[in-house]
Each structure stands twice: as C-alpha cells, then as structure tokens.
C-alpha cells in the first residue's frame, strides 16, 4: 500500500519509520528544501518515548538526552509551588527524553530511506476516487498512493479541502524560546509562574539548557529589531536565578518568539482515504508538552490501523476511532491549563498559588499519569511494526 505523506516534520516522518515497519510504502512530500528544526529543545515525555521504542527508535533517542530529571513548579521569588523528584517522576512516569529538536528530526531523518524523502513538494491540492488519492504540487507536478496522510501542520492545506478553512484560536500569549550553553549544571527543570507570565527551564544533554517565556501580547505583536533579549530582561528583572543569567546567555538572533495558538477539536479527520495527523488533525498549546508527544502516539496507531485493514477507509476509521478521544482531552486540558498559568490579576494569582501548594503531590502525580504513564500500542499492536 502507497501511502503519501504529505509534510516532513516530526510527525511525518515518524509516520513513515512506524508505516515502513508496518510493511507499507510510505512516502513523504515536504514543501521546504532542507529538513530544519532550529533554536528549541523539546521534551519527549515516556508516552512518546514508548511509540518510539515500539519503532526501534527509543534507545538512540535516550542516548541524546540527559536522564534523571526532576519537575517543579516555583513563583517568581524561586519558593516552591510543587516539586517531583527525579526519582519520583521516572519511577511514576517512566523515561523522559530532552534534547534539541533538530538532534531530534535528524535521528527521525536517519531512519528513513533517502528514496522515501521528496523535498521541494509544495502541496496545493488532492484528488480522491474509489480505488487511490492522487496529490497536486505547485508546478505541476502528482503523485498518487493508496492513502494520504496530512502531516502539515498548525495551517494544514489538507486539512482546510477535508473540512474547510479554519483559523487557528490565538491562545493571548506569545513565547519566547532558546537553547543556550551554561554552567554550572545541575538545574532543575521546570516552570516560574508570574502574573501574565511565565519562564521555563529544561537542562539538556552537553552542558545546554533550552529555556522559554511567556507573556500576555496582542497577537501578531513583535519586538523591535535587536530588542528581543533587552525586552525579555525587563520583563523578568528581579526573578529568581537563574532566569536572567540563562536569558542574557542567549545571542539576540537565536531567541525564537512565536504567538501560541489551538484549534478547537475536530469531530472527524478522515475521509475516505485521506485523513491527518499531529498539528494538522489537532494542535495544541505546549503547556502540556505534548504536542510532538500526540503526533508521535498518531504515527504508530496509524501504522498499526492500516496494515490489517481490509480496505484503507475501514483502517483509517478505525485510526480516528481510538485517537480523537485522547487528543480532544489533551487539547482542552492543555487550554485551561495555560490560561490558568497566564492569569495576570493579583487576587487569582495569589489564589492559583496557594492551591497549587496545597494539592497534595499524590494528586498531582495521579492526574499526570493517564497523560504521561500511557502506552498508545497493545501487545498485539506492537507486533505488527516487526
């Protein structure tokens, strides 16, 4: 079975590793040049980790990462709100794995046969019959398969001819984020929580920590030129070290600034023989970090969807059938999380605090688990990847 995949990110390409394995020609159409991830970490949390081990793929991708992490929460003053330890949050958890997302995309890239990998595909359109889709690029160019996947994120253009042109919900936050050298190591990994914004810290594997901010803004909203890293320094003057040190760290041109966005849940993202995967079939703000984590989970019940199905449209229902559930929960979780942590007023900061500090961290650790503490593959499942 030809399946055309039709975006080269993270999702896309572990799509096609999890469709190979599965006995499938998968083949890929990404519209840029060069695959590129540049200037983030990203944290795979065990969820992830096990979709990659079902590949083959998990021991490389720990061999990347730094182990034995720690989570928290803290307020601007650095006084704790809530602290898992490291032993605590993999023994509950399972693995977690950080490192730079484009160590992350190469290791993906590897994977896969050079042959399987079209660049310079831009995607304008498809065209779908009883017996095959066929997909149209700018230029002029096709290519038709059996099944096609949209893999193309946040502004899907397949999505939009599935279910029409939908604009993404701005989330009234934007972020901030880089990977900068420091010392000394260790840092404990977590979150700062202010009134209208926030400040991350993920320590990474060779002496890296990946951080990030967040802030309420008016969308579309930028800084002037050459005043990135001046404007994020007044914004988290007098917050607890090392956020000013990691922040000043950073070169003024790596620091990253993107609007946040989701999209209200799908009810569907199949039809027919099409259907969507990761940020195209649902994105998600990062507060959760899970939105790579989705796309991985996706690419391997896909996989495992496909190669029994009698016709391709029964294993793509049956493909929405078992994932729109779970996404559609991590979405508006994800939501009400981060507009909770983005309140600005004194009175409900104050008040998110004090409950944050009294939840019992058996709770919390309880309710992270059916995130986190999930395996996207039965037993039977995981042997049809070979």
């Known amino acids: 079975m030809r399946v055309l995949i039709i975006g080269g990110g993270i999702g896309g390409l572990t799509a096609a590793i999890a469709l190979r394995k599965a006995g499938l020609d998968p083949q890929v159409y990404e519209r840029a040049s060069a695959l590129r991830e540049v200037g983030a970490g990203i944290g795979l949390m065990a969820n992830a980790v096990q979709a990659l081990d079902a590949l083959g793929l998990g021991g490389a991708i720990r061999a990347l990462s730094l ?3 720690q989570g928290g929460l803290r307020n601007s003053k650095g006084e704790a709100l809530m602290e898992v330890p490291a032993d605590e949050f993999s023994r509950q958890f399972g693995a977690m794995a950080v490192m730079h997302r484009a160590a992350l995309l190469s290791a993906l890239e590897s994977e896969l046969d050079a042959a399987r990998l079209h660049l310079n595909h831009e995607f304008v359109r498809f065209d779908q019959e009883d017996h095959g889709v066929t997909a149209h690029f700018n230029g002029g160019g096709a290519q038709r398969g059996e099944v096609l996947i949209g893999a193309d994120g946040l502004r899907s253009a397949v999505r939009a001819q599935l279910f029409g042109a939908r604009a993404p919900r701005y989330a009234g936050y934007t972020a901030w984020r880089a990977v900068v050298p420091f010392e000394p190591l260790p ?33 579309g909203e ?10 994020l320094l007044r914004s988290f003057l007098g917050w607890h070290r090392p956020i000013e040190a990691l922040i000043e760290a950073a070169d003024e ?5 993107n ?54 449209e029964n294993g793509l229902a049956e493909y929405q059938r078992r994932r729109i559930p779970r996404t559609r929960a991590i979405v508006l979780q994800s939501r009400r999380f981060g507009q909770i942590a983005q309140w600005q007023s004194p009175f409900l900061c104050g008040l998110r605090d004090r409950a944050v500090r009294m939840t019992p961290r058996a709770l919390a650790v309880r309710s992270l688990k059916d995130l986190v503490a999930y395996h996207p593959l039965s037993p039977g499942d995981r042997s049809l990847l070979g």
């Open 253 to 257: 041109s790596s620091i990253l600034r």
């Open 187 to 219: 840092l404990v990994t977590g979150e700062t929580w202010g009134r209208g914004r926030r400040f991350g810290i993920v320590p990474m594997a060779g002496g890296r920590v990946y951080w990030f901010a967040t802030a309420n803004a008016r969308e």
């Open 259 to 312: 609007d946040i966005y989701d999209l209200d849940p799908l009810t569907a993202w199949t039809q027919g023989r099409v259907t969507l995967l990761g940020d195209a079939a649902h994105p998600m703000t990062p507060n959760l970090g899970q939105g790579a984590c989705q796309a991985m989970e996706d690419a391997v019940v896909l996989a495992v969807c496909l190669k029994p199905a009698a016709r391709p």
């Open 67 to 69: 182990a034995g992490m």
């Open 222 to 231: 930028r800084d002037p030129a050459g005043q990135t890293k001046s404007n």
